[in-house]
């Protein structure tokens, strides 16, 4: 969806309809029901095992999983092998030569216009990315399900009014929303996942909800009680293991959304701030040089794409394996 | 249908007003940072009297909810204030945006119905082909992709390698200053591909499923056992149902991209409405940005209604009644 | 004479990610003009793979028909070219579906649905075929038939649409109407009707009727011939009163027991056919019937029955088809054989 598709994860649709045009229920977003009722630990555990299985035979899904592995594993050690090898990714050089240099050996992405080694500020750039889509995640998550469970649980009054601001916040231009946010915050690393995840939570709370109408529905959860148990334990023992697979779907997408808003923010000077090395930050610096130094331009922006696309992938191996069904 | 029209006329009411009311809690004193005064006249040192007279025009001596039922006020007669730095009506800025970023839009609907709905139809009917294999994966790839740092690549590739190349025979214009050789139309064909890309994929994705999904319906079955051909069971029976969803989306789309864009304008440096705004969310001018958002979620609602009247048309089992849903 | 239809050895098979599946397995029937076939089973038993088999309508390349002949006045359906088989389809045979509530394009209007097999197959004008579809609209009785068809589907009630559906069916005068399940979705009044309805449309029209159904009480008054099958094969085949009052397969037997009746006097309750129908991809060996037959002996676990003649013609698919002692006991006494 456009430039702001940013955080709109690839399947969930933005606005206040969805692509049915109806407005948006996610009444697909549900596990099978289990069977036998109050029987869940056991039953989930074959579900897990089997969903496992299945993503494992996802050629796709494992490439994606993969590279998240292998880039996740190069953040956490590149302080042991990048310095040493390709020099800080903040060592300012701009003896001339040593700046704006192409792919060599010692550099295999080039150097910036301050002499900065390109590959070594793409893989800082993965610590930048993977905190944000991390965080922001987190943060939509922990807001989007408590607006979900207080909406789909109690229904009535306080549903209308959790639905009419998640309405408020899909009418919002996304991209728009987030620049004027920042602009109160102040653009900085914090603020950006902030932001991010505070305007994520609408459609994480509309997948929670539709999830919990459609348990409630169910028996066991009238007989649990029936039996006297409380709100909260039915949410956490009952509504929670058959909501759980569509948010783990969800959210793994929304992360490389969140990754692609974090590089969009940062390409328009609203997110992290110089000299941190950020994907979209160092894009924004490539602008002034796409034409002299293309390199400067592609690798940052590949580093994107491929990033992004292992999130897409994987959530997309999940959303199968785990059977939700959403509107593709 | 006309009930059915008020009724969601009113719906936005509300809409709107916790639209406007989150940007003015945005700009209220004391949440951002810098006096307004200051901004506007650009931070040079000022007389009292001339402080007081920006003040009262732009009537920021009043309490704050006062402000916000004046604005409202404004807004129903169509007028949303005065640009704090250009001097401009807000409306007349707009009015200069608004068709950019019509036709930019417009070329990427355009792209993205044809392009989009062409793939996966091929995708669908060639189901678990090689071209199939290649559409998904694509549509995988292309929604991974930041726009932006597609609209550079296009520009080194389009507007320079392929110049160097062809020795100038062959490339696309990269900004409407070298449309000296080009047709006037040429400069948009680049912003519009980027703008179109992301949702092309989705349109691809939406057109496969749906299709795929209408072909395995009974009424398939029925039409093959009149006898029609494959071709006519494909375009006629199925194609008709399975666009629906994809009309819609597009629909949507469009409205989205009526803000959405900054992105590809920030890129090609198109004067567009996503533009402006984001440039004013710098300067600080929330006249601009207030103005311009009411106005881009008032083209998206209206938009989002006419989808929805459209939808009636396209499914005959959708009719809007003044009854509940 | 030559007969209208004859399916010779028929056999259809499906391959999944579990196996191949035998959904038709070696049919072999005949059906003259005017007449009327009834194909009864479960679920399952490979009755509609046989009906779509003939209108060559299989999916490929999941499904094929791997062998058999299907003549239809004479020239082999499964050796036609497409063009050829498209002309067949709609205007010399016709099908019915099941659920009338799917089966009709949502987003067409009804009167476009009926006509566009004459457009196709009769060369009408647009104009010309919906006033031909209003008259088949006001055949099959539904009332303001001129109005009605320019409603959508979803305006229709289930009974209508299947009333439609017949019009549609027979809007090109076919020589043979296939009807897969066309009551079973319908609620129980209706289903009368539309019964009714299907024996008149063949006493004016002359149409041949092969009526497919899971239940012998539905085609009791008006199948000339009946054929019975169970997983994939035909287990009982023959004229109608043959098959209702001389079954000779315990098959039969357990849908004829099944079945409330009103003309025998009957002790005991219904008596339902325990157990499922087996799985297509690994088919019990010997006798396919034979894990739920009450009757079964060793012979039936180890070889496999083939349909033999019981006498004018009535064919039967079980060991002890043609022997007299068991049938007399079994049929009588149902239970104590075994």
């Keep these: ?328 | 249908m006309f009930k059915y029209v008020v009724r969601r006329v009113f719906q936005m009411i509300p809409v709107f007003i916790g639209v406007t009311l989150i940007l003015f809690i945005l700009r209220a004193p004391g949440v951002l940072p810098g006096d307004p005064v200051r901004m506007i006249t650009g931070e040079r040192g000022m007389t009292d009297a001339l402080r007081q007279q920006i003040i009262e025009k732009h009537g920021l001596d009043q309490p704050l909810h006062r402000q916000y039922v004046i604005y409202l006020g404004n807004l129903l007669q169509g007028d949303l204030g005065e640009s704090y730095q250009r001097g401009r009506a807000v409306t007349e800025i707009f009015a200069d945006k608004l068709p950019n970023t019509l036709r930019l839009a417009l070329a990427a609907i355009v792209i993205e119905g044809i392009v989009g709905v062409t793939a996966g139809i091929i995708s669908a009917v060639r189901q678990y082909s090689f071209l199939d294999v290649l559409v998904t994966l694509s549509t995988s790839i292309l929604v991974s992709v930041p726009v932006f740092w597609l609209g550079m690549l296009f520009q080194i590739f389009f507007g320079i390698k392929l110049k160097e190349w062809t020795g100038g025979a062959f490339y696309l214009p990269i900004s409407q200053m070298s449309s000296a050789q080009f047709p006037d139309w040429a400069h948009m064909i680049l912003p519009a591909i980027t703008l179109a890309s992301v949702s092309t994929a989705y349109v691809a994705r939406i057109m496969r499923s749906q299709m795929l999904e209408a072909m395995g319906q009974d009424y398939i079955r029925t039409a093959e056992a009149k006898g029609l051909t494959r071709r006519a069971v494909t375009f006629r029976h199925a194609l008709k149902n399975a666009l629906i969803p994809v009309v819609t989306f597009v629909g949507i789309d469009f409205g989205v991209m009526m803000g959405g864009a900054i992105l590809t304008e920030t890129v090609f440096s198109w004067p567009g409405v996503g533009r402006e705004i984001f440039l004013a969310v710098g300067q600080r001018d929330w006249p601009i940005v207030m103005g311009g958002v009411v106005i881009i979620v008032f083209l998206v609602m209206i938009i989002n209604l006419l989808v929805d009247l459209s939808y009636a048309l396209l499914d005959p089992r959708i009719r809007y009644g003044g009854g509940p849903e | 004479m030559s007969a209208l239809l004859e399916v010779r050895d028929l056999a259809t098979q499906f391959t999944t990610r579990d196996g191949i599946v035998r959904a038709v397995d070696g049919v072999s029937f005949t059906l003259d003009c005017g007449e009327t076939l009834a194909i009864v089973g479960e679920s399952g038993s490979g009755k509609s793979v046989t009906a779509l088999s003939i209108m060559r309508l299989i999916q490929e390349p999941q499904g094929k028909v791997v062998s058999g002949q299907v003549l239809f006045k004479g020239d082999d359906i499964l050796k036609l070219s497409d063009s050829k088989v498209r002309a067949i389809r709609g205007d010399r045979i016709a099908m019915i579906f099941q659920d009338p509530m799917t089966s009709l394009n949502p987003v067409f209007r009804v009167g476009r649905q009926i006509g566009e097999s004459l457009i196709l197959h009769k060369g009408m004008s647009r104009k010309e075929a919906f006033e031909r579809a209003v008259e088949l609209l006001d055949m099959v009785g539904i009332p303001h038939p001129r109005d009605r068809a320019r409603d959508y589907p979803h305006q229709f009630s289930g009974g209508m649409r299947q009333r439609a559906m017949i019009a549609m069916a027979l809007a090109c005068d076919p020589d043979i109407l296939i009807a897969d399940e066309p009551t079973t979705a319908l609620d129980v009044t209706i289903q009368a009707q539309i019964l009714e309805l299907m024996i008149e449309m063949q006493e004016r029209t002359g149409a041949a009727i092969i009526m497919i159904t899971h239940d012998l009480g539905v085609v009791a008054d008006m199948a000339d011939d009946v054929m019975v099958m169970y997983a994939g094969k035909q287990v009982e085949y023959g004229k109608a009163d043959g098959v209702f009052y001389t079954p000779r397969h315990p098959y039969t037997w357990g849908l004829l027991d099944s079945l409330p009746r009103h003309d025998i006097d009957e002790k005991g309750a219904l008596l339902p056919i325990t157990g499922q129908p087996p799985s297509l991809i690994n088919v019990p060996a010997g006798c396919a019937f034979h894990p739920r037959c009450p009757y079964a002996k060793d012979v039936c676990t180890t070889g496999t029955p083939v349909l033999t003649d019981v006498g004018e013609g009535h064919l039967a698919a079980c060991h002890f088809s043609n022997d007299p002692e068991f049938q007399r006991r079994a049929s009588q006494h149902p239970g104590e054989v075994a």
């Design chain 1, 1 to 328: 969806m456009t430039d702001r598709h940013g955080a709109s994860p690839p399947h969930g649709t933005n606005g206040p309809t969805d692509v049915d045009g109806h407005e948006v229920r996610h009444e697909g977003t549900t596990l099978p029901t289990l069977p036998g009722g109050l029987h869940e630990t056991t039953t989930s555990r074959t579900l897990w095992g089997d969903a496992w299985r299945r993503l494992r035979r996802n050629k796709l899904a494992t490439a994606g999983l993969i590279w998240i592995a292998l880039v996740v594993a190069m953040t956490i050690t590149a302080d042991l092998w990048v310095p040493p090898t390709f020099g800080d990714p903040l060592s300012v050089n701009t003896t001339p030569g040593a700046n704006l240099q192409p792919p060599s050996l010692e550099h295999p992405f080039g150097t910036d216009k301050l002499g900065r080694d390109v590959f070594s500020r793409v893989v800082y750039g993965a610590r930048v990315s993977l905190t944000v889509g991390l965080l922001a995640v987190s943060i939509s998550l922990v807001i989007g399900l408590l607006m979900g469970a207080l909406s789909g649980y109690y229904s009535g009054l306080l549903d209308a009014f959790v639905m009419r601001t998640a309405d408020v916040f899909f009418a919002f231009p996304y991209i728009l929303f987030a620049i004027s946010l920042i602009a109160v915050l102040g653009p900085s690393y914090r603020n950006v996942f902030i932001a991010i995840g505070i305007l994520g939570w609408p459609s994480i709370a509309r997948v929670f909800r539709s999830s919990i109408f459609s348990v409630k529905e169910n028996e066991y959860v009238d007989a649990a009680r029936a039996m006297g148990a409380s709100d909260m334990r039915i949410m956490f023992r009952h509504i929670m293991p058959n909501a759980i697979a569509p948010i783990i779907v969800y959210g793994t997408m929304s992360i490389g959304g969140a990754i692609i808003t974090e590089a969009a923010l940062s390409f328009l000077g609203m997110g992290v701030q110089p000299p941190t090395p950020s994907w979209g930050l160092m894009l924004s610096d490539a602008k002034s040089l796409m034409f002299a130094a293309p390199w400067l331009t592609i690798w940052p922006g590949f580093a994107i794409l491929t990033t992004v696309l292992a999130f897409v992938l994987m959530g997309d191996g999940m959303r199968d394996a785990l059977d939700v069904k959403m509107k593709d």
